[in-house]
């Protein structure tokens, strides 16, 4: 199957959401399912690939869709809505989910109903200069496991180290996608940018 | 010696790279840290603990011992996006 066959779904077009979809929709894909319950603010101005003065306000998802319909003939679907119980059953139509959202909660949520329908997760998680992703296969607990210990946390997010994180998490998926994932089973991707670090390790 | 380096949120938290010491073990290296950086134990407790490039829970947990040379990482967590 070629790239053009594939469905994948962004949850998420904030900071994360934004690099990931621009990148996505360079890459040939049959659809993108994307989906966001927020509209732009100005606290996203910073960041967000998308948001401009004079796109606050709107939804978020909508945005995104307009700009994929400009940029590929892929068929997009977008959802104004977060992702919950009553909609999580967007994710049967997807090859790979991705994450993009920016809670502990709502990962764990996600990334099990993911496990639940036996979908590949893309991780990835950002604060200030440093960051990881890594690739969730449903026979493991991979996102349960990874945040264990941690709460939520106030975290701060920089642009340029937002669209590192982003690229990762897209180069992940087209792995996935390409069925050429294998060094990255059981891996995690660190980075640590005041200390130079970008390492490829055991999870 | 054990140089322990930090990475992410556990640099801002303990306002340093890195500390150097003799440590029997995990353990006793946490110790150290918070007598260091008057922090506690459960301020370390969300980082994850890797030992010469291998994550503590595949070795020995905090019971994983260190010997000189080692090199010992604490990463946080990033849940931004």
């Known amino acids: ?203 | 010696m054990v140089k322990v380096k930090f990475f992410g949120t556990a640099r801002v938290l303990l306002k340093d790279k890195e500390m150097e010491g003799d440590f029997k073990d995990v353990n006793e290296m946490v110790a150290a840290i918070c007598v260091k950086y008057n922090v506690t134990k459960k301020d370390l407790k969300q980082y994850y603990i890797y030992v010469n490039e291998v994550n503590i829970a595949k070795l020995k947990k905090y019971k994983t011992e260190l010997k000189d040379g080692d090199i010992v990482w604490l990463l946080s967590p990033a849940s931004g996006g």
């Not at chain 1, 967000?48 to 995104?64: D, E, F, R």
């Open chain 1, 1 to 203: 199957m070629s790239l053009k066959d594939k469905t994948v779904l962004v949850v998420g077009c904030g900071g994360l959401g934004g690099y990931v979809i621009q990148q996505l929709g360079r890459m040939n894909l049959g659809t993108l399912i994307i989906l966001d319950g927020d509209v732009f603010e100005k606290s996203n101005l910073n960041r967000q690939l998308l948001c401009t003065k004079s796109n606050l306000g709107i939804s978020k998802a909508q945005v995104y869709a307009d700009f994929l319909n400009d940029i590929t003939d892929a068929k997009v679907i977008s959802y104004f809505e977060k992702l919950d119980e009553h909609n999580a059953n967007l994710i049967n139509k997807a090859d790979v989910v991705i994450d993009c959202v920016d809670s502990v909660k709502t990962r764990l949520f996600l990334a099990d109903e993911c496990k639940k329908r036996k979908k590949i997760l893309i991780h990835a998680g950002v604060d200030g200069e440093c960051g990881q992703a890594f690739i969730c296969y449903p026979d493991k607990n991979t996102m349960h496991d990874f945040y264990a210990n941690s709460g939520e946390v106030p975290h701060k997010t920089i642009s340029f180290n937002v669209g590192l994180a982003a690229s990762l998490e897209t180069m992940l998926a087209y792995r996935v996608l390409t069925n050429d994932d294998e060094e990255y089973k059981g891996k995690i991707i660190i980075f640590d940018l005041p200390s130079g670090l970008i390492k490829v390790m055991d999870i």
